[in-house]
């Protein structure tokens, strides 16, 4: 059974920093590529109110970012350590959210991680 368990949210003014950390068991983590997600905050069964995915790393290292997060947030990962890590400098508002790690094109989820980034 695949575990996976996000920590590091929390509260910050704008321009602060966070590191989120998601812990992997139950899987071979070293050859999953591995991504982070985000839901802005209202009513999550409002349409149009979906995840972005923030970043994403492969089994090799390479990544990915969404426009939005490109030069502030840094995905990396710790095979021996099954985990992976975002990030997160220059935070702005827009970037609160619940923060979710996950297994790329898979089920496996995370129970998210609440971010709030206040003006």
Do not use: H
Request: net charge positive; hydrophobic share 30%.
């Amino acid at each position: 059974q695949v575990q996976l368990v996000e920590s590091g949210g929390g509260w910050v003014q704008t321009g602060g920093s966070l590191r989120l950390s998601c812990t992997a068991s139950g899987t071979i983590f070293s050859i999953r590529t591995m991504v982070w997600y985000r839901q802005a905050p209202g009513n999550q069964r409002e349409s149009g109110n979906q995840r972005e995915l923030v970043a994403r790393i492969s089994s090799g290292g390479s990544t990915n970012y969404a426009d939005s997060v490109k030069g502030r947030f840094t995905i990396s990962r710790d095979n021996a350590k099954n985990t992976v890590y975002l990030q997160m400098n220059s935070l702005k508002p827009e970037d609160t959210g619940v923060y979710y790690c996950a297994i790329y094109r898979s089920a496996s989820w995370g129970q998210g991680t609440q971010v709030t980034v206040s003006s």
